[in-house]
């Protein structure tokens, strides 16, 4: 059974930081694109972040210079480093992984940012 299990969402202020972790079972991790997603209030969810099984990033315009991707193959778990929290960064946070058609989201972490 395949899980992703977000975690490390919660309120900060404006201008602070949080790190997301995303741990994975039931995958090969390392064989896996995983990606950062989010959805605000009333928008749809869209792509923060992605890092290559090889480790190439890639970035939201949004959030470039602001947040880092990472992973950790050993410990099957993806990261999102966030600096310089805003306010329009407030939503649900998702993991995804996905290999060829495989995909596969996590349930979802708050981050809410207030100014």
């Known amino acids: 059974q395949v899980q992703l299990a977000e975690s490390g969402g919660g309120l900060v202020q404006a201008g602070g930081s949080v790190r997301l972790s995303c741990a994975a079972s039931?995958?090969?991790?390392?064989?896996?694109?995983m990606s950062w997603y989010r959805q605000a209030p009333g928008k749809e969810r869209e792509l923060v972040a992605t890092?290559?099984?090889?480790?190439?990033?890639n970035y939201a315009d949004s959030v470039k210079g602001r947040f880092t991707i990472s992973r950790d193959n050993a410990k099957d778990t993806l990261y999102l480093q966030m600096n310089s929290l805003k306010p329009e960064d407030t939503a649900v946070y998702y993991c995804?992984?996905?290999?060829?058609?495989?995909?596969?989201w996590g349930q979802g972490t708050q981050v809410t940012v207030s100014s």
């Open positions: 890092i290559t099984s090889g480790g190439v990033t």
């Open positions: 039931g995958i090969t991790f390392s064989d896996n694109v």
């Open positions: 995804k992984a996905r290999r060829f058609s495989r995909i596969f």
